[in-house]
T-cell receptor
Framework: AQKITQTQPGMFVQEKEAVTLDCTYD???????LFWYKQPSSGEMIFLIY????DEQNATEGRYSLNFQKARKSANLVISASQLGDSAMYFC????????????WGAGTKLIIKP | DSGVTQTPKHLITATGQRVTLRCSPR?????VYWYQQSLDQGLQFLIQ???????AKGNILERFSAQQFPDLHSELNLSSLELGDSALYFC??????????????FGEGSWLTVV
């Protein structure tokens, strides 16, 4: 069965610093997708970035990049030059045939950016 | 803006009542998902529809039901409401269902408070 583990319940980071949010996963699928979502205190769930298991390059979207290490089964989110607006819950998720293509979610990491 | 529209954004109702949450998926998306997010149980997958047909069921209570209409909008019906049903209900959509690559985009959610 697929599983997502986010080991950091909470993080404090100084504004303008880079931050890495950890995500490890477990699956027997060969083909799967990894996703990161942001949930600010207002509640909406915002898609940030996607990495396919066969993608050879790490995904990047603006200040977000995904550090994909397939052999280690990790998909860490890196936020460069953090901003106060980055304070939110961050969820790692994956989907594949093993989960009937439903999203499997991690418990989330609460990120607080300090001014 | 994800392109997924949910109404109402906030709803307060009494125990025992019935409510209907509405969702319009992103243009062109055939697959609609419903999720419940509560403080104690995190993000729970409820049900998925694909092009009008039920595709997958998660932890959906028998008091809850959903459907997807020919125009692809979807409704989630919650009946005999209990205090524990108070939660943030998300609708999400994606173009297809049988792939790990399509991103699932979420609406802003409907906050339900049962009093």
């Amino acid at each position: 069965a697929q599983k997502i583990t986010q080991t950091q319940p909470g993080m404090f980071v100084q504004e303008k610093e880079a931050v890495t949010l950890d995500c490890t996963y477990d699956t027997s699928d060969q083909s799967y997708g990894l996703f990161w979502y942001k949930q600010p205190s207002s509640g909406e769930m915002i898609f940030l970035i996607y990495q396919g298991s066969y993608d050879e390059q790490n995904a990047t979207e603006g200040r977000y990049s995904l550090n994909f290490q397939k052999a280690r089964k990790s998909a860490n989110l890196v936020i460069s030059a953090s901003q106060l607006g980055d304070s939110a819950m961050y969820f790692c998720a994956m989907r594949g045939m093993d989960s009937n293509y439903q999203l499997i979610w991690g418990a989330g990491t609460k990120l607080i950016i300090k001014p | 803006d994800s392109g997924v529209t949910q109404t109402p954004k906030h709803l307060i109702t009494a125990t025992g009542q019935r409510v209907t949450l509405r969702c319009s998926p992103r243009s062109g998306d055939l697959s609609v998902y419903w999720y419940q997010q509560s403080l104690d149980q995190g993000l729970q997958f409820l049900i998925q529809y694909y092009n009008g047909e039920e595709r997958a069921k998660g932890n959906i209570l028998e008091r809850f039901s959903a459907q997807q209409f020919p125009d692809l909008h979807s409704e989630l019906n919650l009946s005999s409401l209990e205090l524990g049903d108070s939660a943030l209900y998300f609708c999400a959509s994606s173009p297809r269902t049988d792939t790990s690559g399509n991103t699932i985009y979420f609406g802003e959610g409907s906050w339900l408070t049962v009093v």
